[in-house]
């Protein structure tokens, strides 16, 4: 089903770019590293210098905007802010970046020990406890603990260990070049795609294969297709196969299948060695979830392969929910291909700050999206330890408003609808939404013609 | 819990029962994945349950003002030591791990079953500073099996010098605690003051009991000790002929001697036994690495993690790795255990003990070249696959 889902689009259909040649050169199809111009991300102080995370450049002054708009038109968000106070901007920000990194020690480190064995003790208890799942109380608290822990495994824990957040700690065991998670996408091509794509091209149409992860058509400028009408349906299938999803985007399936007759040798064996890590991950997984403990269980065999698999679809369910909502809400900002080129350090942030949204709630919220409720902090300081982005929020927050820039961000169920609302909108032509409104569609035989006329229309538009 | 423990290290077990705890750890392995049993074992009982050698800080005992002794005991794993070896340690300050190597000082197979190691305050040490002043017995630390080949050897000779300063005393006083077999002994214990001597108390008793003879010198007053031969320095008064090795030990040449202390001090006593071609007894331990050359420094690249590191000519690429959150291997830190090897995959890097320049170009069909991390710095840019 998933295969079907990847196969439905692809990124460069969806965005034809005119200022810049359209890329069919299967070098650009693979997942291989990016090469072109990329924008400046972070640096890290050490005592013998900088380091500095690639890719990187030089970060220049700003001398003018370098944001244009996308196809569909609008305005620069930022459009108040002048060069100077964009530079302003950027060294402002790093340099609380740079405060906060510096007061990194001890209390951090015991945080993230201290929540690794809190997850571990709780797999394990919970393992324990299912191993009697026929009892409903234990089958109860049992799925309850291996969701939990679960999802602290992939959000608090895996997915910040990932960024190298905890790097500095310069534990083998916590660190980002050694970490795996219970996931089916190998921690090698996830942090692939998510920290070297994702991170650097955040938001970028055509570019940021996050964005609607090539199955979902959440913004005015991603092309139309037919195929987008049943959109609704790949969105909770997502959501409900997320773990899978994520690994098959990881591997640029669609991409593979599309430009296959002309990958190198080289391309065509990395892909298929990525099947394979993926497969064989997955044989594993399976095989502990549905084989080794409900053997173990005895009896109790069959209630607990239901357990692992409520816990793994709600783990699935709760990241996809919480990913939706820290790029796709209403207020966020998309960015043009052109825009990043010559991109400097203060418009690297602006896009940072204006391309994701913040989930409002109490700590234990923070906490279950693995901080990444604080998304708009997360993409600003992407390896900034996680426990450290509320304090940074507040500071953070202050900024926005003083160059009066929007701070996207609410309680869970506005920004979850918020989503809906778009998949449900962008499923249908631009303006058709709109048109619709107006001019309700009373018979069958009507709307049908006018879906024929918008699949005409768009058809059109692409020749 | 057995299957728990892994591959058995210990004492051999019955083949069935070998089978059988093999089998149960394959099961493990399958309900721990992504991970490994170990990872959650070294939760409940790190000592005992985890893939590495770990101990654990059951006492620091203060030696001087500024050195303390350090009762650790060792995890499942632990090889008995050879006296005079050292021990890697990894430690967590201010949350960041960092390894030093320190020299064992406790008798081997010690009824406590602990191992010992003395530590000497260095200004602005980081390590040595949290080790002497700050860590908390019950603290967890990383171990690695001793090494080193500064130990008496096969047979112990009749007739020994040590020849020491500073910290430079605790693989002395290693050996000593565990050979009562030498008898006729020397220590010549170079210090600034009485107060400062590290584990004065007994070697004074050593001293008294007839075991060993111990000559200290207390260098602020007195002066340090004097390795060049007599009358080399033109003009000596009597009190600077009373400091020559000469006159403290008149037959150092017919013993086999082991020295350890700071640069200066090593080097002068190579020159010394060399002349007297007696440089094959002379047995030396380094605590860091001789820094002769330095250059412009560079940009390293660390092609795996993605990481450009500016880095200064005069400091190791080990030390600018770790600062940018490198996983770097490592081990004494100096340039003798080649545990810090790492490919060089292009560009150039300067050996900071020799200032000689090591160039890879695996780019254009050279292959990559294993360079020491821990005494090379960049010569230019660089790029190192780590
Ligand atoms: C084989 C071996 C055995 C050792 N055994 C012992 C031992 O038994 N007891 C002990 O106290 N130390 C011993 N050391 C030294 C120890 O490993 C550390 O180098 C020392 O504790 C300093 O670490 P630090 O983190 O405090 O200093 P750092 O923070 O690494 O260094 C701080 C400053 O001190 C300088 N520095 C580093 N090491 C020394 C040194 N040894 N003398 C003078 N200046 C220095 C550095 O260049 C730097 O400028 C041994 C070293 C080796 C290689
Ligand atoms: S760490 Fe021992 S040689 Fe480099």
Redesign the pocket.
């Known amino acids: 089903m998933t295969a079907t889902i990847t196969g439905v689009t692809d990124r460069e259909d969806t965005e034809p770019e005119t200022t810049e040649p359209e890329t069919t050169d299967p070098a650009d199809a693979q997942p291989a590293r990016t090469t072109d111009a990329a924008p400046t991300t972070p640096t890290r102080e050490t005592r013998a210098g900088k380091a500095t995370r690639r890719p990187a450049r030089a970060s220049a002054a700003t001398t003018e905007r370098h944001w244009k708009p996308k196809r569909s038109g609008g305005a620069d968000p930022a459009g108040h802010l002048t060069p100077a106070q964009i530079d302003a901007l950027g060294r402002e920000l790093d340099a609380l970046r740079d405060e906060v990194m510096a007061t990194r020690g001890a209390a951090d480190a015991a945080y993230i020990r201290r929540l690794i064995t809190v997850q571990r003790g709780l797999e394990l208890g919970s393992r324990l406890v299912l191993l009697g799942s026929k009892n409903k109380a234990a089958w109860v608290a049992g799925t309850l603990g291996l969701t939990a822990a679960k999802i602290l495994e992939n959000m608090e824990i895996g997915h910040n260990v990932m960024h190298g957040q905890w790097d500095w700690m310069r534990d083998p065991k916590i660190h980002s070049s050694s970490w795996e998670w219970d996931h089916a996408a190998t921690a090698a091509m996830w942090k692939h795609s998510h920290n070297e794509v994702h991170h650097t091209y955040t938001n970028v149409v055509g570019r940021d294969n996050d964005l609607g992860y090539g199955i979902l058509r959440v913004d005015a400028d991603q092309k139309w297709h037919p195929a987008f009408l049943a959109q609704p349906i790949y969105n909770i299938v997502n959501a409900i196969t997320f773990q899978y999803s994520i690994a098959l985007y990881d591997l640029e399936l669609g991409r593979h299948l599309k430009y296959r007759k002309r990958l190198s040798d080289q391309q065509k064996t990395d892909f298929v060695a990525g099947v394979r890590a993926v497969a064989a991950k997955t044989a594993r997984h399976v095989a502990r979830d549905y084989v080794v403990h409900p053997a173990l269980s005895g009896t109790s065999w069959r209630s607990t392969a239901a357990a692992n698999f409520t816990a793994n679809l709600v783990r699935n369910l709760w990241t996809n929910t919480v990913i939706v909502c820290g790029h796709f809400p209403d207020g966020v900002e998309t960015f043009a291909k052109a825009s990043i080129r010559d991109e400097t350090r203060g418009e690297w942030y602006l896009r940072q700050m204006l391309g994701s949204a913040n989930i409002s709630g109490p700590p234990a919220m923070h906490l279950a999206t693995g901080n990444l409720s604080h998304q708009i902090e997360h993409h600003m300081f992407p390896d900034l330890p996680s426990n450290r982005y509320a304090e940074v929020a507040v500071r953070v927050r202050e900024i926005f408003d003083r160059y009066d820039l929007p701070y996207v961000t609410g309680p869970l169920h506005t920004q979850y609808l918020s989503v809906w609302r778009k998949v449900i909108r962008y499923s249908l032509p631009n303006g058709a939404w709109e048109d619709l409104r107006e001019q309700p569609v009373p018979t069958l035989r009507r709307g049908l013609s006018w879906l024929g006329a918008q699949v005409r229309g768009s058809r059109r538009h692409r020749a | 819990m057995s299957f728990l423990l892994g591959p058995p290290q210990t004492a051999p077990r019955p083949r069935a029962l070998r089978r059988l705890g093999a089998r149960a750890l394959k099961v493990a392995e399958f309900l721990t994945t992504p991970l490994l049993p170990a990872d959650y074992g070294s939760l409940i009982a790190p000592l005992h349950l985890s893939a590495d050698l770990r101990g654990r800080l059951v006492e620091r005992r203060r030696e001087t003002a500024d ?1 303390a002794t350090l009762l650790i005991r060792p995890g499942r794993g632990w090889r008995p030591h050879v006296p005079g070896q ?1 021990i890697r340690i990894g430690v967590d300050v201010d949350g960041v791990r ?1 390894w ?4 064992l ?1 406790s008798r081997v197979g010690a009824d406590d079953g602990l191992v010992a ?15 002497v002043d700050e860590i908390e017995p019950g603290t967890l630390l990383m171990l690695d099996q001793a090494a ?1 080949d ?1 130990v008496l050897g096969p047979r112990a000779p009749r007739r020994a010098l040590f020849l020491t300063a ?2 430079g005393i ?2 002395v006083m290693g050996m000593l605690r565990n050979h009562p077999e030498l008898t006729d002994v020397v220590v010549v214990h170079s210090a600034p003051t009485a107060d400062d001597v590290v584990m004065g108390a007994e070697l004074r008793a050593l001293h008294d009991s007839g075991r060993i003879r111990l000559v200290e010198r207390h260098t602020r007053v007195e002066g340090i000790l004097d390795l060049r031969p007599d009358g080399a320095s033109g003009d000596e008064s009597d009190a600077d002929a009373a400091r020559t090795l000469d006159a403290l030990v008149p037959d150092w040449r017919l013993r086999e001697t082991w020295a350890c202390g ?1 640069t200066a001090m090593l080097d002068a006593a190579q020159e010394r036994w060399d002349a007297a071609g007696l440089g094959v007894r002379l047995h030396t ?4 690495p001789v820094v002769a050359a330095t250059g412009d420094g560079g940009v390293v690249t660390f092609t795996r993690s993605g990481l450009d590191v500016d880095a200064d000519g005069g400091a190791p690429i080990l030390d600018s790795g770790e600062d940018a959150g490198v996983l770097m291997p490592s081990g ?3 340039g ?1 255990c080649f545990g810090c090897v790492a490919p060089l995959r292009e560009g150039s890097v300067r050996d900071l003990r020799t200032g000689e320049v090591t160039t890879a170009s695996a780019g254009n069909g050279g292959g990559a070249v294993p360079i020491q991390t821990c005494v090379s710095a960049p010569a230019g840019a660089c790029s190192i696959d780590l």
């Open positions: 050195a050292y960092h030093r190597a320190y020299s000082t190691v003395t530590v000497k305050k260095i200004p602005d040490g980081v390590v040595s500073r949290h080790l080193g500064f500073g910290s605790t693989p700071p331990e380094r605590f860091r004494c830190r100096m003798i």
